[in-house]
C-alpha cells in the first residue's frame, strides 16, 4: 500500500514548506517561470475544449493537467507554496523575511511564464496580430473581460465576490497538493491532485496564477482591460483571496489537526534567507 497517514503528511507538509525555503532564488524564478507557463498551458486547453465541445465541463475535466504536471516535476506554484511555506513561520522555524522572498520570487517566476506564453499563444491564435480573434481566441478575450470589468460593474460587491472566489479557489489548489502527499505512487499523486483542481475549475473559481495568462493573452487580442484594472479587479485582490484559502482552510486546518508532538517534529532546516 503506498497511502501516506495524515499524520505523517502533516509532518511532510512542513518539511516541504522548510525544504521550498532552502531553495535559491535562481531556481524558484526558473521553476516559477515553468510552472506559469505549464498553468497557462493547461488553462488554453481547457478554453479550447470547452469550445469545440460547447460543454464547459469538458474544459474542467482537462484542466488539471497542468497541476499534475506541476507536482510532478517539483515545480514552483506560489498558490500551492500559500498553503506550506508560511507553516515555518507559524512553528518559529523561519523569520517573515525568508517567508515573504520565497514568495515573491516565486510570484514573478509565475508571471513572467504567464505571460510569456500568453504572448506566444497571442501570436498562435491571430497570425501575429494580423486576424481578429474568433474562436478560442474570442473566449479568451471574453473572460479577460469578465474577470476584470465584469466585478468592477458592482463595485464593492464586486471586490467581495472576487475575493471570496479565490479563497475558495485556493482551497481547492491547495487540497491538491496537500492530497498529492498521501501518496507515493506516480498514479496516486496524478489521481489525488486530479480531483480537487476539477472541483474549482468547474465552479469558476479565481485561481492567481491562471489570471496571471487569461487577462493578458485577452488583453493582448483586444479585450477592453486596462493594466490598472487588472491588477486592481483581478491580481491583487485574487491573490490575497488565494493566500487566505489556501493558508487558512487547507495548510493551517489540517496541520493543526494532524500536527505531530514536539519529539515528532523535524529539526529545523537552516533556509536560505536567514530568519529574523
Not at 531553495?23 to 521553476?31: C, E, K, S, T, V
Not at 513561520?89 to 515573504?100: D, K, N, S
Not at 522572498?101 to 491564435?125: P, Q, T
Not at 472566489?165 to 497538493?177: D, E, F, I, P, S
Request: charged share 10%.
Amino acid at each position: 500500500m503506498d497511502y501516506i497517514k495524515p499524520a505523517d503528511v502533516a509532518r511532510s507538509m512542513l518539511e516541504t514548506g522548510e525544504r521550498k525555503l532552502r531553495i535559491a532564488p535562481r531556481d524558484l524564478l526558473i521553476r516559477g517561470i515553468l510552472s506559469g507557463a505549464i498553468l497557462g498551458i493547461a488553462t488554453s486547453l481547457a478554453v479550447t475544449g470547452a469550445v469545440q465541445t460547447g460543454q464547459a465541463l469538458v474544459g474542467a475535466l482537462v484542466f488539471p493537467v497542468g497541476l499534475v504536471s506541476i507536482v510532478l516535476l517539483g515545480l514552483e506554484l506560489v498558490t500551492g507554496s500559500f498553503a506550506l511555506v508560511p507553516l515555518a513561520l507559524l512553528e518559529g522555524r523561519a523569520g517573515a523575511r525568508a517567508v515573504l522572498a520565497n514568495l515573491g520570487w516565486v510570484f514573478l517566476g509565475n508571471l513572467v511564464g504567464s505571460v510569456a506564453y500568453a504572448c506566444l499563444l497571442s501570436i498562435s491564435l491571430t497570425d501575429m496580430w494580423a486576424i481578429a480573434p474568433t474562436g478560442v481566441a474570442a473566449r479568451i478575450v471574453q473572460i479577460a473581460e469578465a474577470k476584470t470589468s465584469g466585478y468592477e460593474a458592482y463595485g464593492f460587491a464586486g471586490m467581495v465576490t472576487v475575493f471570496v472566489r479565490a479563497m475558495l479557489c485556493n482551497w481547492m489548489v491547495c487540497l491538491a497538493v496537500v492530497m498529492a502527499m498521501t501518496t507515493t505512487s506516480t498514479i496516486g499523486k496524478v489521481v489525488t491532485a486530479w480531483l480537487p483542481i476539477f472541483i474549482f475549475f468547474a465552479q469558476g473559481f479565481e485561481h492567481a496564477v491562471v489570471n496571471m495568462f487569461i487577462i493578458p493573452a485577452g488583453m493582448m487580442m483586444g479585450a477592453k482591460v486596462s493594466i490598472a484594472s487588472w491588477w486592481l479587479w483581478s491580481q491583487i485582490p485574487v491573490t490575497l483571496g488565494n493566500l487566505v484559502g489556501g493558508f487558512a482552510f487547507t495548510g493551517l486546518a489540517i496541520f493543526a489537526t494532524f500536527k505531530p508532538k514536539i519529539g515528532e517534529l523535524p529539526e529545523p532546516a537552516q533556509t536560505y534567507v536567514a530568519a529574523e
